[in-house]
T-cell receptor
Framework: EAQVTQNPRYLITVTGKKLTVTCSQN?????MSWYRQDPGLGLRQIYY???????DKGDVPEGYKVSRKEKRNFPLILESPSPNQTSLYFC???????????????FGPGTRLTVT | GENVEQHPSTLSVQEGDSAVIKCTYS??????FPWYKQELGKGPQLIID?????GEKKDQRIAVTLNKTAKHFSLHITETQPEDSAVYFC???????????????FGKGTHLIIQP
């Protein structure tokens, strides 16, 4: 089954404790992206990657890091989480052609993060 | 960058009636307008999309219309059913862009409630 998976689905942590949220897709998509969803704000892009070893900032990158060492995986790293990073996080993937994404973006099931 | 406004934030309709959700966008260069449905505990799923070279697209009970001059697009759901209850997001982008300012910009969402 074609899908985007995220782990963990739920995470409660404390301020300053480094964490990683994993994202994996089995559709051989080049393009992957991270979004955060907050009440009343919709979805906002954090980082995206056009292909292996190619990443770039989205609209709200502060406090986050990403890496793309393999095509299927795109982990989101919070090196020193703060309470304002409490949110619902979604990973997405899509085909791409060269430097642009094309077609439908497939979303993972989400990771609910709480930072106390 | 792009700005997408979505209305209403909550919409309650009787089962069998029609529902209309409206979005406006600011960047006249945007050319791709997808609609996503998000059910409780799940990630957004694409339900229909439209590109700027057409004014209307229909898929069974769902249709989307686009007015490029006025920079607005709408989602129409006819003969609503209980399983249509969800949060719906519109988005706009320059298709084929990478991300950041040119990536998908989402509206804040509409919670559609189908009353039995």
């Amino acid at each position: 089954e074609a899908q985007v998976t995220q782990n963990p689905r739920y995470l409660i942590t404390v301020t300053g404790k480094k964490l990683t949220v994993t994202c994996s897709q089995n559709m051989n998509h080049e393009y992957m992206s991270w979004y955060r969803q907050d009440p009343g704000l919709g979805l906002r892009q954090i980082y995206y990657s056009m292909n292996v070893e190619v990443t770039d900032k989205g609209d709200v990158p502060e406090g986050y890091k990403v890496s793309r060492k393999e095509k299927r995986n795109f982990p989101l790293i919070l090196e020193s989480p703060s309470p304002n990073q409490t949110s619902l996080y979604f990973c997405a993937s899509s085909l791409s052609s060269g430097t642009v994404w094309i077609g439908e973006q497939y979303f993972g099931p989400g990771t609910r993060l709480t930072v106390t | 960058g792009e700005n997408v406004e979505q209305h209403p934030s909550t919409l309650s309709v009787q089962e069998g009636d029609s529902a209309v959700i409206k979005c406006t966008y600011s960047d006249s260069a945007s050319n791709y307008f997808p609609w996503y449905k998000q059910e409780l505990g799940k990630g957004p799923q694409l339900i229909i999309d439209i590109r700027s070279n057409v004014g209307e697209k229909k898929d069974q009970r769902i249709a989307v219309t686009l007015n490029k001059t006025a920079k607005h697009f709408s989602l129409h759901i006819t003969e609503t059913q209980p399983e249509d209850s969800a949060v719906y997001f519109c988005a706009a982008s320059k298709e084929g862009s990478g991300g950041g300012a040119d990536g998908l910009t989402f509206g804040k969402g509409t919670h559609l409630i189908i009353q039995p």
